[in-house]
């Protein structure tokens, strides 16, 4: 073509690219907009994203009669880096299934150790405050209110909320340390365990689990949920220590770390960390941390990364539960079990039918209209039900 058919046809593309934003606009940034969808620099350009749009255009007009305004219109978006979702364009699922936000947390597994414990093992747990936490129900993750609230959060409020809703205690000492160059001798002192290279913090999580007795912890062929956390828990009881000593030690510091980082920090990647293991090396001070607080800071830590991630890294359960409560309106969840603590037990997720897409819009658009105000959303709730509220009280 010669240079005027090029400048020409230009014009036609960037006449198409606005058309699309103004029909539709970005919502969030996680939406990803297919009029946005390869414009930054080493995407490939626009071209390649409108090649792909329209291959698959192709395809579903062979095979569902779909149009092109419907194809732009629909596009997923995963929440967990690490899972590869549908290219763009093609179709996304009926309201969001935990598929899409894989949780980091690894509820089963700490759940099923934990069961495991002998009773003076539980006991320890008990006094450095955990057992609140550690007794809680998995919730199924609310896709689009966890979208559309990272870029709504406020963080003026949450310290409360925190001990209310997850039984953590935020007062206390600061989670806080050095870090090390390596943390292999450490790792090998207080866990009997190897890091994964010299310079480095991490511990691979298949390792640091069947150490506790879980090898395998993927579901068997037809097995369900209480057989998966039945067999789970016989295999972590038949590997744990029977009675007080280094042993029992070093299974309490290994169970631990997984809880802090994959279940209290939610961290990304599967390894596990070894940063607050120094914090771990004396056991009769570790209840004496602010654990609750660290888990609020790495939270909006995650929170407040760049508008291009489409993941959330930290206990995100905390804002899930904290916008059924204070945002009640939504009407996201629903309501079981009253008068269990903490409140995390006393929700579960409604699913929704509608576009994940379409969700998050309408969460916006209803977000924009909540008024200005006071929230008391927990006016009748009894201090002295937590402990950790009890004591944090003059925090928030």
Not at 25 to 38: K, R, T, V, W
Not at 55 to 62: A, C, D, G, V
Request: aromatic content about 8%.
């Amino acid at each position: 073509p010669s240079s005027g058919d090029r400048s020409s046809g230009d014009r036609r593309r960037r006449w198409r690219r606005l058309g699309r934003s103004i029909l539709f606009p970005p919502l969030s940034p996680f939406l990803g907009d297919p009029a946005m969808e390869g414009d930054g620099e080493g995407q490939g350009g626009d071209g390649g994203s409108r090649r792909r749009m329209k291959k698959t255009i192709r395809r579903r007009q062979t095979k569902e009669g779909s149009s092109m305004v419907a194809q732009e219109d629909s596009p997923t978006v995963p929440m967990e880096e690490d899972i590869a979702g549908p290219a763009p364009g093609e179709d996304e699922p009926v309201g969001p299934k935990k598929s899409e936000l894989r949780s980091r947390l690894g509820w089963a597994v700490v759940r099923a150790i934990y069961r495991g414990f002998l009773d003076f093992q539980k006991a320890r747990l008990e006094e450095m405050g955990f057992s609140p936490f550690l007794r809680l129900d998995e919730l199924t993750p609310d896709v689009a209110l966890i979208q559309a609230l990272k870029e709504r959060w406020d963080p003026s409020s949450f310290r409360g909320d925190v001990a209310w809703i997850t039984g953590l205690r935020v007062d206390g000492q600061a989670v806080t340390g050095v870090t090390y160059t390596s943390y292999q001798e450490l790792a090998e002192r207080l866990l009997g365990l190897e890091v994964t290279r010299e310079r480095s913090s991490l511990v691979a999580r298949s390792r640091l689990q069947a150490s506790l007795g879980v090898v395998n912890a993927r579901h068997q062929m037809g097995e369900g949920q209480a057989k998966y956390m039945a067999r789970l828990t016989a295999d972590a009881r038949a590997a744990l220590a029977e009675e007080e000593g280094v042993a029992a030690d070093r299974d309490l510091r290994r169970f631990l770390i997984l809880v802090i980082e994959k279940l209290i920090l939610g961290t990304r990647g599967d390894p596990v960390s070894c940063r607050c293991l120094p914090l771990l090396e004396d056991l009769s001070s570790v209840g004496s941390y602010a654990w609750g607080a660290a888990l609020l800071a790495h939270l909006f830590d995650s929170l407040g990364t760049s508008s291009r991630e489409t993941g959330v890294a930290g206990f995100f359960p905390l804002l899930q539960v904290w916008a059924y409560y204070h945002l009640p309106s939504l009407g996201r969840g629903v309501p079981r079990r009253p008068g269990a603590v903490p409140l995390l037990q006393r929700w579960r997720f409604r699913r929704d039918e509608q576009s994940l897409r379409l969700q998050v819009m309408l969460i916006h658009d209803a977000l924009d209209t909540v008024p200005f105000g006071h929230w008391t959303p927990y006016v009748g709730e009894d201090d002295a039900a937590q402990l950790w509220v009890e004591r944090g009280r003059p925090y928030f």
